[in-house]
């Protein structure tokens, strides 16, 4: 196997795994909203949905697993998921070439500040 095989052959298995984040990801949220729709649905009490949740109050919800806690444990990994693909992605480029390092980092940096700037 020649040198250019060999990188041929980690770009495929990094692009394989870089998938699979997203797709774990999506799976695993539409199963949480599927699930906390599904309880919520059979629940009388269904939240307002005018109803606005404080962090504490969705933290509690998801500690105590009722429907509205799983519905933003899903949101939680929806927004999660492509924070997660950067990292990967950054891990990547640490081991071949730290130049294309540069866009993830500036990416996830962006994304951090405008998530904090929004609370």
């Not at 924070?83 to 730290?98: G, N, P, S, W």
């Amino acid at each position: 196997m020649g040198e250019a095989e060999a990188q041929r052959h980690i770009s495929h298995r990094a692009e394989r795994v870089l998938s699979h984040i997203v797709m774990s990801g999506a799976v695993i949220s539409v199963a949480l909203f599927a699930f906390g729709i599904s309880m919520a649905l059979g629940n009388s009490s269904i939240v307002d949905e005018k109803q606005t949740m404080s962090l504490d109050s969705i933290v509690a919800s998801m500690s105590s697993m009722n429907s509205m806690g799983l519905i933003a444990l899903g949101v939680l990994t929806v927004i999660a998921t492509p924070l997660v693909r950067i990292l990967a992605t950054i891990l990547y480029f640490a081991k071949k070439d730290r130049l294309l390092m540069v866009l993830p980092i500036v990416t996830f940096i962006l994304i951090v500040v405008g998530f904090v700037i929004r609370m």
